[in-house]
């Protein structure tokens, strides 16, 4: 099982706390984005196409720990940009693991082994490596080869240092179902405790804009791979099973973009962590003055294709809560590979995309050079 008991149980109380207290929208994941700066340029990344200044920037250590103490999620993932190059890294994850709250420390992992000692193994703490496939798989898309032999190597030092040691992996349209079934199999003989998987989102600043998946290819891949691991049984997920159930097809699900907050260098990301379509100065203001009628499938046109966990796995998570039998029969029987899939949401009100990633960035460096003068 890729969650531990302890983990499994304190997100439970804190489920049950909020169900009892009958909150309508709470976070399950804070996604913390302390940067965007990284090492690698991959084509399928929507975060790395700003100007220096901002990829300049960091979050500071108080302003890291300020948003895990506003937002109060049980989980925090901290993405970017590669989080390794912020010198206060270690502090960040100690201050969070003081609080405790799990952290996933997501990382390409070129520079976990010079950084790893700064790290101490905790059941509050998981490394999560970008690893999108084999060596083939992942070094395209990353565009560089030798990045999967250097991941994999800081993989099984962090295994042999007694860490906790997930993968994060993105699939794309030209993923086949043999070789990323074949992947997870080898993860699996790495001793891997945990998978994360996704379907890409369709980035508008993504170099490259060809290879992202539509929902009627996402479900289909998603059967091809999981058919051939006993509707997934024979591999360990950091997900849900009815997310998983969910990505083959199964379920109709509308998104919960407040699931997962985003705290980046802007702000308070609205609605997502896939979308910056605007930003408040504080957690309270993004929950009180987002529209959230405005995303999600159905309701915008970015939102079309997307299949991802950031909006779904905790709408997933509500469905366990409420079906908890559900869950359990994926969970024992394994994915319906085969057969109907559900109806999925319709399109025809959906609102059309509105352009905005340009007038943030200027608002932003409007802001940077006011600070410097
Ligand atoms: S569907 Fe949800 S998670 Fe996906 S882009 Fe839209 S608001 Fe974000």
Known sequence: MAIPLLQSMTIGAYLMKKRLMRVRRYPLVL?????????????????????????????SLEDALGAVDECGAPVVSIAGGEPLLHKDMPKIVRGIIARRKFVYLCTNALLLEKKIDDYRPSPFFVWSVHLDGDQEMHDKSVCQPGVYERAVAAIRLAKQKGFRVNINCTLF????????????DSVKEMGIDGITVSPGYAYERAPDQQHFLNREKTKQLFRDILKRGRGGRDWSFSQSSLFLDFLAGNRTYHCTPWGNPTRTVFGWQRPCYLLGEGYAKTYAELMETTDWDNYGTGNYEKCADCMVHSGYEATAVQDTLQRPWRALGVALKGVKTEGAMAPDVSLDKQRPAEYVYSRHVEIKLHELRRQKA
């Open 31 to 59: 996604m913390l984005e302390p940067l965007f700066r990284c090492n690698l340029a991959c084509a399928g990344c929507g975060k790395i196409d700003y100007p220096d200044e901002i990829l300049n920037q960091r979050l």
């Open 173 to 184: 349209n030209d993923a086949e179902p043999e070789q990323v079934a074949r992947f997870f």
